[in-house]
């Protein structure tokens, strides 16, 4: 079971999404606005937000930047509901650090599946994990059971996808992993999906790691690497 926040303007969408995710065993809230619902993460934080896009006061958008700029809220993961179809709307959204996007009108047990999936994934490695918890790289070093990352010495906030995303990487480093196989991997959903999600959450996750980055190579045509050697920069 987990907590979840539906923030939907849509009386009836938001019905059927009360409605499915608590028989499924959720604990589920709802929000008409994005004001109301920013109030609710802090008042009662969240596990999950379905959020839409579109709402009367301000954008899902919006929503999702002020929490993903806000270390007491970033790891909240965020699924975006939006009638807009367009990649641009998909690649902004994952640039602000949303962890999925549906677009409506979606199948109800699809979501039920999406949700799944990003709940299992957000989930962070218990303190009993295994021997390969923590990673020492070059300048970059990873602690999996704390969730924490440092970049020569200083910290870099990691959302759980990215975490797991940059741990899939370090552990196949060398070899060549696909879009499709990172799909599969990390974000637990078909190789068919959008691969730009791939490319938008690397180019993320660059970014934070700063000189780190370079660790993570492009091989142009197929996919990513994690570098067998430590010479970033």
Known sequence: ????????DETDIAQVLSYNLGQAGHQVSVASGGQNALAMTVENRPE?????LMLPDISGLEVCRTLKSDPARRDIPVIMLTARSEEIDRVVGFELGADD????PFSVRELGLRVQAVLRRSQRPSAGSGEDAEMVFGQLRVDRKAHRTWVDGQEVALTPLEMKLLWTLYERRGRVQTRGTLLDEVWESSP??????VDTHIKRLREKLGAAGAYVETVRGIGYRFSDTDDAG
């Not at 079971?1 to 939907?8: T, W």
């Not at 996007?101 to 409506?104: G, H, I, L, S």
């Not at 068919?192 to 999600?197: F, P, S, V």
Request: hydrophobic letters at 50%.
């Open 48 to 52: 999950l937000i379905l959020l839409d």
């Open 1 to 8: 079971m987990a907590r979840i926040l539906v923030v939907e």
């Open 101 to 104: 996007y549906v677009v409506k």
């Open 192 to 197: 068919e999906n959008n691969t730009r999600t």
